[in-house]
């Protein structure tokens, strides 16, 4: 049985990552803007993986009996200098993410609701890949610096970034 507190909890989280999704879908459009499309693809994909993060909060919510809220989201920034400001801004975001991903663990260990404590485990991994990728394109970004060339370089890499969707996900298509 999920507590009213854990409930409310993840209900809120699961918003965020709604947001998530909205704030990668943006940088996608910017990059396309900017005539990269392999990061415009990056975080294409980006966008679906949120919405599949969103889609099993909402399954796990509703499979617990909980009656969701979808309060208005918040709009998302749209205008950034550069492909490596759109990274560091993803990094900076996805270790919001963690946080609070950290504080809900807490409070299903404090509530003994383990039934959340093994649903969020695959949250935790998640956000280390997510923070592992971002450091790296960070990295890469940076090594090149303002070099149009090296740039174009990262991008066709980023282009091939593929969506795949993990088993049993919803929204997988």
Same mark, same amino acid.
């Given at each position: 049985?999920?507590?009213? @507190?854990?409930?409310?909890?993840? %209900? ?10 909205h ?8 990059? %396309?803007?900017?005539?990269? @499309?392999? *990061?415009?693809n990056?975080?294409?994909v980006?966008y ?9 909060f ?7 009996? +909980? ?11 749209n ?5 490596l ?15 609070? +991903? %950290? ?29 592992? %990728?971002?450091?790296?394109? +960070?990295? @890469?970004? @940076? ?16 282009a ?11 929204? *997988?298509?």
């Amino acid at each position: 049985m999920i507590s009213k @507190k854990m409930a409310d909890a993840l %209900n809120k989280h699961m918003n965020l990552e709604l947001y998530s999704a909205h704030l990668y879908l943006s940088m996608s459009s910017c990059s %396309n803007e900017k005539g990269l @499309k392999g *990061a415009a693809n990056w975080f294409m994909v980006q966008y679906r993986e949120e919405m599949i993060h969103f889609m099993k909060f909402y399954t796990y919510l509703i499979d617990q009996g +909980i009656n969701i809220t979808l309060p208005a989201s918040k709009a998302v920034p749209n205008s950034y200098k550069s492909l490596l400001e759109m990274f560091e801004k993803t990094l900076t975001h996805e270790q919001l993410i963690t946080a609070c +991903i %950290n504080d809900l663990c807490e409070l299903a260990v404090k509530d003994k609701d383990h039934a959340s404590q093994i649903f969020l485990q695959w949250f935790v991994t998640e956000q280390i890949e997510e923070e592992n %990728n971002d450091r790296d394109l +960070i990295a @890469k970004l @940076k090594l090149v610096g303002d070099n149009g060339h090296g740039i174009l370089m990262i991008d066709g890499e980023m282009a091939q970034r593929v969506f795949v969707a993990p088993p049993g996900s919803p929204l *997988a298509v």
